[in-house]
């Protein structure tokens, strides 16, 4: 296989997957991609868009664990559980719906871990907020995350150039 597309093929699944995400898969190809820029850049944009693609896949698919709490071979004290968490996640949702999803869009962008999208994602379901405001504001923080990472990890590599005399 060609090195160019393991490194984006590597860089994809690090965007995607729930440990990395974007704040793995951008200094990975600062790594990997070395001085070919268009490596990077095209790196860069397939990861920033398979970390976004998380929501669109995860809020569905967390929405269909209303219908196997239904099923009747769950057990009941799974199911008050549920109950429990769902209603709890809706009365804190009611004081702070206005801005639920700017605050959700800053806490999916600022990267730091456990604050990415399948966390955001996570955060949605159980505040039981809109799904397709949610896909938004979760994107939205994943670019802003994209950016705060792109940014320190360039700058990290140029401050360790300048020290080192590199």
Request: proline share 5%.
């Amino acid at each position: 296989m060609d090195p160019g597309l393991n490194t984006l093929l590597w860089a994809v699944i690090l965007a995607f997957a729930p440990v990395s995400e974007i704040r793995g898969a951008i200094p990975y190809l600062f790594l990997k991609a070395g001085g070919n820029t268009q490596l990077l850049l095209q790196g860069i944009v397939l990861s920033v868009l398979s970390n976004m693609s998380v929501p669109l896949i995860v809020i569905p698919l967390l929405s269909l664990i209303d219908l196997v709490i239904a099923k009747p071979w769950v057990p009941s004290g799974i199911k008050r559980l549920y109950a429990w968490m769902r209603k709890w996640g809706e009365k804190k949702a009611l004081g702070v719906k206005k801005g639920s999803y700017i605050a959700l869009a800053v806490f999916v962008g600022v990267p730091l871990p456990a604050t990415g999208a399948w966390t955001g994602s996570l955060v949605a379901y159980v505040l039981g907020l809109d799904k397709k405001k949610s896909i938004i504001a979760i994107d939205a923080g994943v670019l802003m995350a994209s950016l705060i990472v792109l940014a320190a990890t360039y700058l990290g590599i140029e401050a360790l150039k300048k020290i080192f005399m590199l």
